[in-house]
């Protein structure tokens, strides 16, 4: 069940859990984490070990069939992070779950090979992230069979080889995203047919696959069984009935942050996603965050950097170096949904200049970007592009060293061209 | 004994012979009177039009174990509810059915309510039960820190308790097919031709015809319907709808009790209830239809319950959702259950089983056994009925995901399959294999929590579905 060295002793016979340490546990085999371990085995960070749950290690990619992983499918650039992680020396181990914790730095694994108590120096969370599903949305009507995310149909397409009626004969995908996109094109290849694309904002990146529904939602399930057919609110206000076997939830993604909850990390209240510093670190000395875990979704190039990133504050951290300070929190503000990280070190003990991750929650066209710590104001730019709210401004935060640590939150705002907020 | 799903069912055991009874609708009432009649040496099916047991209003309900204390007093439903919840909780300890008893409080929000609780407990009283306790509005923040501002008092119900309502009817139907029921799964009865002083009646199925000596209405919102097959119109199901929200797990620690409302003028209001699985459940609406099928959700009705949600437990809307359902009530405008013996049509009805018959379930079932032995029907000597253990999905009890032991000896109980609900290989594969087994992946879920999680399937649907359909090797 490893796919890395060995992994140390087994259920103890006397059926009591196994209690084992570590120098680095990595939660989560995914881009975020499987990048994290390899740098650190590779700095010789001592015993570094990743738990992924799943029967293999590579995260989400693992199911994305397409390409646009560095220039890589997914699955194939899910292997090559594993093999990294591996060769560097890290144990990636398989089917193994992380499910609380026993300590400050101590968690709670379940295993085949039996329970386990795993006490680490320093723990990297990075549990991914997921969409939220029909439930969550509370889109009204019945529960028929038939209706799913894009997780589970991209798994069920990919990992699990269905095809045709085995998932349906007509879907109906909902979603605005490019994730909308990739759902449509896997239900297609699997031979299913796709009626429309239900997409709630107006406007958006291409949809691909029979009919856009620009502006629309679905209003209510219908169907006893399995899925007959979904009502649509058009734009114009008129409701109609598409039918339909099969429904795919697309993108709005979640935070999987429950490990971190139970473990008493702090969340950032934009993203719901761990709280952390630019060097990922949470409010919790020693316990770590990255990757997606930090405010849904970002591409997977995106999470293995920040699994880098981690990297090197973890090697810090294992030689010494004191946990910082908790910085400033930034808070987002008008159109900018959600910024991440969500703390900075401010003032003289900056450093170079953090990059932010802004994610808009409208299209803006050239917006205002303003930073202001109370009354002040610390930076003032008009962005020379064209931002979607499925895309993330990288923003280098040149303005942390004019701040005053002792000043409290620093806001960032996002304004329309002509400095109204859309709604 | 045996559980079928397809073909002719076996008319009767003994071939010429027909059954001494016919249970039809295995919810959580007919399963019981099935495992009530399988302690005698009587030949018994347990019919049912769907394709699972506990399919309808059974698995969409509150999930309490009450009390009685606000039955009607004089009521069948008051004794049988009083009665029955002591016979589950019993029964529910025997076979390993999760039950917490976490206690109820009555929360008043306004003068009105607060003057009313005193009645309420005198009405608890006479419903024969004595441990009400008032609460002053500290008591009720001590007890409750999370509460909305504005209460003014509660009555407390110490011994109201949240049971698992997919475990029980499984228990009992369980327990019925190992003692030697027939239970016959996707058998809607289309028709009933009444049998003379000595001929059997014969049930005209879509699978068959069956034929048995007495039979038991046991139909639930088709009571009515089932009823007029026989040629009686005593009553009529109007089907009362009540949507709920089940919350993430994470809301399970902003609530230590259930959170009744007290009933008045402005209706009934809602409860917040904490649920054996560990989330936090708000409903339900009543909405008086006439669709029996009607068990969707409604914009308006989700609105509605999170608007009072709010007031009750502010804290409780900043969580996700994880379920929403809407389950039906079978009222017929009686404050009272419906049960009628018909002893020249060797019938029993039991109907208008309207919201308590969860907890009522065990003592309707000795009910109407005795309503039988009084309509001739011979049960002769009793005997001990097959032990039943069922696995645990209470999240206060300890599941095999956590059992070095259990995972030392079968390696699939430490292999997470659902890692929301924590749900093993060896659990998926044990229900798999059970005496009664799951026809739909919905119906794994009520026998695992499989996929009833906050992510619904994202991360194991997939996976769970493979086990269902391919099995588990």
Redesign the interface.
């Known amino acids: 069940m490893s796919d890395g060295p060995g992994v140390p002793g087994g259920?103890?016979?006397s059926?009591?859990?196994l209690e084992r340490a570590v120098d680095v546990l990595v939660v989560g085999g995914g881009p975020a984490g499987l990048a994290a371990a390899a740098r650190l085995a590779v700095a010789g960070a001592g015993r570094v070990e990743v738990l992924e749950?799943?029967r293999a290690a590579g995260g989400v990619p693992r199911h994305c069939g397409r390409g646009g992983f560095g220039g890589f499918t997914g699955p194939v650039f899910a292997r090559r992070a594993v093999r990294a992680a591996v060769r560097a020396g890290a144990a990636v181990r398989t089917?193994a779950?992380a499910?609380g914790w026993a300590g400050p730095l101590t968690v709670?694994v379940?295993?085949?090979?039996?329970?386990e108590r795993i006490t680490a120096r320093a723990v990297v969370l990075a549990t991914g992230a997921?969409?939220?599903?029909?439930?969550?949305r509370?889109v009204?009507?019945?529960?028929p069979?038939g209706v799913?995310?894009t997780?589970?149909l991209q798994?069920?397409v990919e990992?699990?080889g269905?095809r045709g009626g085995r998932i349906g004969r007509r879907a109906v995908v909902v979603g605005s995203d490019p994730v909308a996109r990739h759902a449509a094109r896997t239900l297609r290849g699997a031979g299913v047919t796709v009626v429309a694309t239900v997409a709630d904002r107006p406007y958006g990146p291409r949809l691909g696959g029979g009919p856009v529904l620009r502006g629309a939602t679905v209003?209510?399930?219908?169907g006893?069984g399995r899925l007959s057919g979904v009502v649509v609110r058009g734009a114009d206000g008129r409701t109609g009935l598409l039918r339909c076997d099969t429904l795919v939830f697309t993108g709005d993604w979640?935070p999987?942050h429950?490990l971190a909850?139970s473990g008493g990390v702090p969340l950032d209240p934009g993203t719901r996603g761990p709280s952390v510093d630019p060097g990922l670190r949470t409010s919790v000395p020693g316990v770590f965050a990255a990757g997606n875990l930090l405010r849904g979704v970002e591409p997977a190039v995106v999470a293995a950097a920040e699994g880098r990133t981690v990297a090197d504050a973890v090697h810090a951290h294992l030689a010494g170096a004191p946990w910082p300070g908790p910085g400033v929190p930034l808070r987002a503000e008008g159109a900018l949904r959600h910024l991440s990280p969500g703390r900075l070190p401010v003032g003289p003990a900056a450093g170079p200049a953090p990059t932010v991750l802004l994610r808009p929650a409208e299209r803006l066209p050239a917006p205002l970007l303003t930073v202001r710590q109370g009354d002040r104001l610390l930076y003032e730019c008009r962005v020379p592009a064209l931002l979607e709210p499925h895309r993330s401004l990288r923003h280098p935060a040149h303005w942390a060293v004019d701040a005053d640590p002792t000043g409290g939150a620093v806001t960032l705002r996002l304004a329309a061209e002509d400095g109204t907020v859309p709604v | 004994m045996s559980v079928t799903r397809r073909g002719v069912p076996p008319d009767t055991p003994a071939p010429g012979g027909a059954y001494d009874v016919v249970v039809v609708g295995a919810g959580v009432v007919g399963c019981a009177i099935a495992r009530e009649l399988a302690r005698h040496p009587l030949r018994v099916a347990l019919v049912e039009a769907s394709g699972d047991i506990g399919e309808g209003s059974s698995k969409a309900n509150t999930a309490i174990l009450h009390t009685g204390f606000d039955a009607v007093p004089g009521t069948l439903e008051s004794r049988m509810v009083r009665e029955g919840g002591r016979l589950l909780a019993a029964y529910a300890e025997e076979t390993g059915i999760p039950v917490e008893r976490v206690g109820a409080l009555l929360v008043a929000w306004d003068e009105e309510q607060l003057a009313a609780l005193p009645r309420l407990a005198d009405k608890a009283r006479r419903n024969g039960y004595h441990r009400t306790r008032p609460l002053s509005a500290a008591e009720l923040y001590a007890r409750e820190p999370c509460l909305g501002p504005g209460a003014l008092g509660a009555l407390e119900v110490p011994d109201e308790a949240i049971v698992c309502p997919w475990t029980t009817p499984l228990a009992y139907a369980t327990q019925a097919v190992r003692s030697g029921v027939d239970l016959h799964l996707d058998c809607p009865v289309e028709e009933v031709r009444p049998g003379g002083a000595a001929e059997p009646h014969r049930l005209v199925t879509r699978r068959g015809v069956l034929r048995t000596r007495f039979l038991v209405n046991a139909c639930g919102l088709y009571a009515d319907a089932f009823d007029a097959l026989l040629g009686r119109k005593d009553f009529t199901v109007t089907p009362r709808r009540g949507q709920l929200v089940?919350f993430d797990k994470?809301a399970r620690e902003l609530v230590r009790h259930i959170l009744l409302p007290v009933p008045g003028a402005l209706g009934k209001g809602v409860l917040i209830a904490p649920t054996v699985y560990g989330n936090v459940m708000l409903g339900p609406t009543a909405e008086d239809l006439t669709d029996k099928?009607a068990?969707?959700?409604?914009?308006e009705?989700?609105a509605a319950l999170r608007a009072q949600g709010r007031r009750i437990l502010p804290g409780l809307l900043d969580e996700?959702?994880?379920?929403?359902?809407a389950g039906l009530r079978a009222a017929t405008g009686a404050e009272d259950y419906r049960v009628a013996a018909h002893p020249e049509l060797r019938y029993v009805t039991v109907g208008g089983i309207r919201s308590t018959g969860l907890t009522a379930s065990l003592a309707l079932g000795r009910h109407t056994v005795e309503l039988l032995a009084g309509a001739g029907l011979e049960l002769g000597p009793e005997r001990p009925l097959a032990p039943v253990r069922m696995p645990n999905l209470g999240e206060a009890f300890p599941r095999p995901?956590?059992?070095?032991?259990l995972?030392?000896r079968d390696?699939?109980y430490?292999?997470?399959v659902c890692?929301?609900e924590?749900v093993?290989l060896g659990e998926i594969r044990d229900a798999l294999a059970s005496t009664v087994p799951p026809a739909?992946?919905?119906g794994l879920r009520r026998r695992t929590r499989a996929r009833a999680g906050?992510?619904?399937?994202?991360?194991c649907?997939?996976?769970v579905?493979?086990l269902f359909e391919e099995g588990v090797r």
């Open positions: 259920a103890d016979p059926g009591g859990r749950r799943d089917g779950g499910t709670e379940t295993a085949p090979t039996g329970p997921r969409e939220r599903p029909r439930s969550a509370l009204p009507g019945t529960r069979a799913l995310s997780g589970e798994q069920s990992l699990f269905l209003v209510e399930l219908v006893r979640l999987d429950e909850r | 089940v994470f099928a068990t969707g959700s409604t914009a009705g989700l996700e959702v994880t379920a929403v359902y995901y956590r059992d070095a032991g995972i030392a390696p699939a430490g292999t997470i890692h929301c924590r093993t739909s992946l919905d906050r992510c619904q399937g994202f991360s649907g997939a996976a579905r493979s």
